[in-house]
C-alpha cells in the first residue's frame, strides 16, 4: 500500500481541487494538509467536505493554533466524529509558537487521549522571511515526546535544515516518525537524507510524502527507486533496494493509528 502522507490543496476550488485529485490517483491514499489561514474554522470545514467525497482515498488533518484557538476533548472529538478529521498539523514556526509552549502541551494530552496523530510541518524546504526559523528545531518536540508516549507525531520535510536532529529524535522515541518527502529536482540531498536514515539505522520510521503540488507522487518515487542507478559507477555508499521500497510501500495510516475504515 502506497500512502502519501503529505499533499496540500492550493484552495477549495474547482481547478486546484481537481489537480489534487489527479495527483491522488497515482497512489493508494494520501493525507490532505490545510495552510495555516487565518479562518481556521472555515478551513477545516472545506477540507471536510473535500475529503468526504474521495473516502476512499483521503484523510483529513485539520489546521490549528493552539496558544489561539479554544480547544477542549470536546471540540477534538468534534473534529475526529462530525468533521471526519484524523489528525492534526501544526505550523510553529510560521505561526510563531514554541512546540512546547504551556497551552500547545494541554492540546497535545488531550490529542493523546482521543488517539489523534500530529504533523509537524516546522520545516520546509521554502519558508518565509516572517517564520521563527529556531521554532522549526526538532530537538524542541523532545519535550513532547517524552511527556506524551502515546502521542503519534510526525516531523514533516524530514525536519530540514535539521536533519540530523529529525533523525536522533526518530531514533529516540517509538511514537515519533519523520516524513520523508522528496524533491526530484534535489537528488543528492534525497540522497543524503536517505544514506543518514540508513546508517542510523532508521529508515523503518521514514514515510513517504510528495509534498504535492511542490512534487508528484510518481516522480518522488522515481526519484527514491532510481538515484541508486546514478552511483552504479562510483564508490560512494548505497541504500538496499528494498529498504527504499519498504519506504514507499509503508502503510503510514497504520502506523498513525488511522484505521483503514476511515478511508475504506
Known amino acids: 500500500m502506497i500512502v502519501d502522507c503529505h499533499t496540500h490543496v492550493r ?78 498539523v501544526l505550523y510553529c514556526s510560521s505561526c510563531g509558537f514554541h512546540p512546547a509552549h504551556s497551552r500547545a502541551m494541554r492540546f497535545y494530552g488531550l490529542a493523546q487521549e482521543v488517539a489523534l496523530p500530529i504533523f509537524f510541518h516546522n520545516s520546509s524546504h521554502t519558508l518565509g522571511a516572517e ?58 540531498q534525497t540522497y543524503n537524507i536517505v544514506v543518514a536514515a540508513y546508517e542510523r539505522g532508521v529508515m523503518d520510521k521514514l514515510l513517504f510524502g510528495s509534498g504535492f503540488p511542490l512534487g508528484n507522487a510518481g516522480e518522488c518515487i522515481e526519484t527514491l527507486l532510481g538515484f541508486n542507478m546514478l552511483l552504479a559507477d562510483t564508490k560512494l555508499p548505497t541504500v538496499p533496494r528494498g529498504s527504499i521500497r519498504n519506504v514507499i510501500e509503508r502503510d503510514s495510516l497504520e502506523l498513525l493509528g488511522v484505521a483503514h475504515a476511515a478511508i475504506g
Request: aromatic share 8%; hydrophobic share 40%; glycine share 6%.
Open 11 to 88: 484552495s477549495f476550488d474547482e481547478v486546484d481541487t481537481s489537480e489534487h485529485l489527479a495527483a491522488a490517483e497515482t497512489v493508494d491514499a494520501c493525507i490532505v494538509l490545510p495552510s495555516p489561514e487565518a479562518s481556521r474554522e472555515t478551513v477545516n470545514r472545506r477540507l471536510s467536505e473535500y475529503v468526504d467525497q474521495h473516502r476512499d482515498r483521503m484523510v483529513g488533518f485539520g489546521v490549528l493554533d493552539p496558544t489561539q484557538d479554544r480547544i477542549d476533548e470536546k471540540s477534538l472529538r468534534s473534529h475526529r466524529e462530525k468533521l471526519n478529521l484524523r489528525g492534526f
Open 131 to 188: 517564520a521563527v526559523l529556531e521554532y522549526a528545531q526538532p530537538y524542541l518536540l523532545d519535550e513532547v515526546a517524552r511527556t506524551f508516549p502515546g502521542l503519534k507525531m510526525v516531523i514533516g520535510n524530514m525536519g530540514v535544515p535539521f536533519v540530523e536532529q529529525t533523525l536522533l529524535m526518530v531514533s529516540k522515541h517509538e511514537n515519533v516518525y519523520a516524513n520523508l518527502t522528496v524533491r526530484p529536482g534535489k537528488v543528492w
